[in-house]
């Protein structure tokens, strides 16, 4: 084991609040990952304040990706975008040189019901960090699953378990949700430089020690398995580093310079809003650490 990462609780503003993952002070990114919240899980009651949802923000040099386990959310974007994820569907909205966003609890506030997910950003290489801005949905049908010996597995992105889904990546890594049934062991992939299990529900077992929800285990090389010890919902990730970057906000870029740029963007209104979303956003905070800190 190389380290063991808590989630701190952090507040999106209108009630919602995450575990925050990454980037943590101790491991600042895993691979090319170098944001994991932990949404949920939350119980929304039908008719809640519109307050609750995720207003228009900007987002440059990274790719999000949202991935549910219970409940959808309506995503809105700035190239035209409109779609909901449900549970074991992956959004991919890879930002480039620039797009907004907006994440809408439509349904949940119209019906109530459970909302639980992880939502991952994925550091984009130098040579693609301004690349267009696109998005893509992927339903679960391009997204590789198995069932073994109480394991169930779906690969989210990249290859591992033999298995590579067709989620569009611009760099090596692996993104897996393991279902195990208490007892089920399953292997952690090898063959990348860096690896992390975080635990979105249970318990599991690594190289004799035990680890409840909230942790992410970042692993050293000799971790090949884990075992459930009750009913546990597991994300397995890596991949390779993929050098320093700088973070302010929702901006990650290997220049500080460009940060600034984009922060100047945003605070000025330059960056285009979704069609259907442009009479709200969500300004830059002004209590916010100093600005652009290396991590990686």
């Known amino acids: 084991m190389d380290m063991i990462i808590d989630g701190r609780r952090r507040s999106l503003g209108g009630g919602l609040e995450v575990g925050r993952i990454l ?18 899980p939350v119980d929304i009651a039908a008719g809640v304040d519109r307050s609750l949802d995720v207003r228009p923000h900007p987002h440059i040099g990274l790719s999000t990706v949202t991935y549910l386990f219970s409940g959808e959310i309506t995503h809105r974007d700035s190239v035209g975008s409109t779609q909901v994820v449900r549970p074991e569907e992956v959004n991919w909205m890879t930002a480039g040189s620039g797009i907004t966003h907006s994440e809408r609890f439509e349904t949940l506030r119209a019906e109530g019901g459970r909302f639980h997910g992880i939502q991952a950003w994925v550091a984009l290489p130098v040579e693609d960090e301004e690349t267009a801005p696109s998005f893509v949905h992927h339903d679960g049908a391009d997204l590789p699953q198995w069932s073994n010996a109480g394991v169930h597995g779906q690969v989210i992105a990249g290859s591992a378990y033999g298995l590579t889904a067709a989620t569009r990546t611009h760099s090596p890594l692996f993104y897996v949700h393991l ?9 952690i992939p090898s063959g990348y430089s860096e690896r992390a299990l975080y635990v979105a529900d249970g318990e599991v077992e690594v190289d004799g020690l035990r680890f409840g929800t909230g942790k992410m285990l970042v692993l050293d090389h000799p971790a090949s398995a884990l075992q459930a010890i009750r009913s546990s919902t597991v994300m397995v990730l890596g991949g390779e580093p993929i050098g320093r970057r700088y973070v302010y906000w929702n901006f990650v870029s290997s220049s500080r310079d460009r940060l600034a740029q984009a922060v100047a963007e945003w605070r000025s209104g330059r960056m285009k809003l979704p069609d259907a979303d442009d009479e709200e956003f969500i300004p830059i905070p002004d209590d916010l650490p100093s600005p652009y800190s290396a991590i990686g």
């Open 23 to 40: 980037p943590a002070a101790s491991r600042r990114m895993v691979g090319p990952f170098v944001f994991f919240d932990h949404m949920g």
């Open 179 to 187: 279902a195990m049934e208490a007892g089920a062991r399953a292997e």
